[in-house]
Nanobody
């Protein structure tokens, strides 16, 4: 089984930055594509970003492209999400997830999920 723990969330003013971390245990971390998702109040969970197991490619939602950067350190079994120029609409619970699929396009293809970390951006 895989356990994922997100950290780094908090409250920040618009224009500020946060760096989220997702630590994995009990898995061969580098074998998994890793993704970040978020769920805002009253909305469904949406894709934010993903990164391949070897960090050879990344992908971003249009809403965060140019502001967020995903990365990973396989030696530490950790994936990161650097969030810059934060906007109030970025307020959500952020989740990390792992998938066995090389380029997963559906949330259903992610088999392991963390508990989430709250990000609040005020104006």
């Amino acid at each position: 089984q895989v356990q994922l723990v997100e950290s780094g969330g908090g409250s920040v003013q618009a224009g500020g930055s946060l760096r989220l971390s997702c630590a994995a245990s009990g898995s061969t971390f580098s074998s998994y594509t890793a993704g970040w998702f978020r769920q805002a109040p009253g909305k469904e969970r949406e894709f934010v970003s993903r990164i391949s197991g070897g960090a050879g490619w990344t992908s971003y939602a249009d809403s965060v492209k140019g502001r967020f950067t995903i990365s990973r350190d396989n030696a530490k079994n950790t994936v990161y999400l650097q969030m810059n120029s934060l906007k109030p609409e970025d307020t959500a619970i952020y989740y990390c997830a792992l998938s066995n699929v090389l380029a997963p396009v559906s949330q259903a293809l992610y088999g392991y999920w963390g508990q989430g970390t709250q990000v609040t951006v005020s104006s």
